[in-house]
């Protein structure tokens, strides 16, 4: 049985208006360590877009050079997420 249900969270979430009522969401359907590690992401997608150098962003946010080359790979693709994510954040 395939229990990934990500599209109705995040049709769910889309839906919702009140930044505050996500986050807490989040906070308690996420352990602690994982919204450390999304949230450390989110910065790392940020810096990568700021053009901060990737052994930078390893000494700042304690990432592995591994994970930076990860995101920074999406980052590039043609129509990505992350950057489609970033260009509506920069909007607010």
């Not at 990568?48 to 050079?65: C, V």
Request: proline residues 2%; glycine residues 4%.
């Amino acid at each position: 049985m395939k229990l990934y249900r990500m599209d109705e969270i995040a049709k769910t979430l889309a839906a919702i208006e009140d930044p505050k009522v996500i986050e807490d969401f989040l906070n308690s359907i996420l352990t602690e360590k994982e919204v450390f590690d999304i949230s450390s992401r989110w910065e790392l997608v940020k810096y990568l877009d700021e053009g901060t150098p990737q052994r930078a962003i390893a000494n700042d946010l304690g990432l592995s050079l591994c994970k930076i080359t990860r995101g920074s790979k999406e980052l590039q693709k043609n129509h990505s997420a992350f950057k489609i994510v970033l260009d509506f954040f920069k909007k607010l």
